[in-house]
Nanobody, 124 residues
Framework: QVQLAESGGGSVQAGGSLRLSCVAS????????MGWFRQASGKEREFVAV?????????VYGDSVQGRFTITRGNAKNTVYLQMNSLKPEDTAVYYC????????????????WGQGTQVTVSS
């Protein structure tokens, strides 16, 4: 059973930056496609970004974060990072890490593995 653990959330002023981390452990945790979703209070869960497994490292971003957020994989292939720059108050949400063997299922929110979430708060 794969487990995901997020870290790096916090509070920042608008225009600032944060970096989130997600570490996968257990099961076949290497070479998973890993991504991020977020859910603001009272709103639906929103796709943020995904990076494919294996070596191609293909990335896909949600429209609202394109050009501001960057997802990368660490040297340890079971770790991904989400660098968030030029943060806006509307980026405030709980951010969840998700993983599966195929990026397509992560993108549509059907990944079988999810973390507990980390809060990001952006003040104006």
């Amino acid at each position: 059973q794969v487990q995901l653990a997020e870290s790096g959330g916090g509070s920042v002023q608008a225009g600032g930056s944060l970096r989130l981390s997600c570490v996968a452990s257990g099961g076949t945790s290497n070479n998973l496609a890993m991504g991020w979703f977020r859910q603001a209070s009272g709103k639906e869960r929103e796709f943020v970004a995904v990076i494919s497994g294996w070596s191609d490292g293909t990335t896909v971003y949600g429209d609202s974060v394109q050009g501001r957020f960057t997802i990368t994989r660490g040297n340890a292939k079971n770790t991904v990072y989400l660098q968030m720059n030029s943060l806006k108050p509307e980026d405030t949400a709980v951010y969840y890490c998700a993983a599966d063997h195929q990026a397509r299922t992560v993108v549509v929110g059907l990944a079988p593995y999810w973390g507990q979430g980390t809060q990001v708060t952006v003040s104006s």
